[in-house]
């Protein structure tokens, strides 16, 4: 039809700042390439629960202080900078690619599910840096094999960078 314009493929891939993140945002640039797509470079992060003292809380809520705020714009620009990083990384190394980046502020999993709605494929690494590095495949990428709206590429751990 006249006017249409044909959609690009569009490829998400999670990152975290671990060597495993640098992998599979490396397979994603080839595969982008290969398949001429969009690639989409998402971080989550997230806050810390931390449960305050009873007599600190109001109603069961804890106020917001001047510190909290601190602490949180401290650590939304530690996440920042992970998605700057691997931006920079990604520009460098295909710079006829258009790639975009997104910051959320949610789980990894539900994050990258979620930025995976309009997507034709999902790259996660096998491990991040999550606390458990004997397991093959982390919560993350679990979670996202199995609930993803797209195919999902699971990219190992280069065994150079394995504990």
């Known amino acids: 039809?006249?006017?249409?314009?044909?959609?690009?493929?569009?490829?998400?891939?999670?990152?975290?700042?671990?060597?495993?993140?640098?992998?599979a945002l490396r397979w994603a640039l080839a595969e982008a390439r290969l398949r001429q797509a969009v690639l989409r470079v998402v971080h989550a992060w997230m806050v810390p629960l931390i449960?305050?003292?009873?007599?600190?809380?109001?109603?069961?809520?804890?106020?917001?202080?001047?510190a909290d705020e601190e602490l949180y714009d401290h650590l939304r620009a530690d996440a920042m900078e992970v998605l700057d990083a691997s931006l920079d990384l990604a520009r460098k190394e295909e710079p006829e690619l258009e790639i975009e980046g997104e910051l959320a502020e949610a789980r990894a999993a539900s994050a990258l599910i979620d930025a995976a709605k309009d997507a034709d494929l999902l790259v996660v690494g096998s491990r991040g840096r999550g606390g458990f590095s004997g397991l093959l495949l982390g919560s993350v990428s679990a979670q996202c094999v199995h609930h993803a709206p797209c195919p999902v590429v699971v990219v190992p751990q280069d065994r150079s960078e394995a504990s």
């Open 1 to 23: 039809m006249p006017g249409d314009v044909e959609r690009r493929p569009r490829i998400v891939v999670g990152v975290d700042g671990s060597p495993g993140a640098a992998t």
């Open 51 to 66: 449960e305050a003292l009873p007599e600190a809380s109001v109603l069961g809520r804890t106020p917001l202080g001047t």
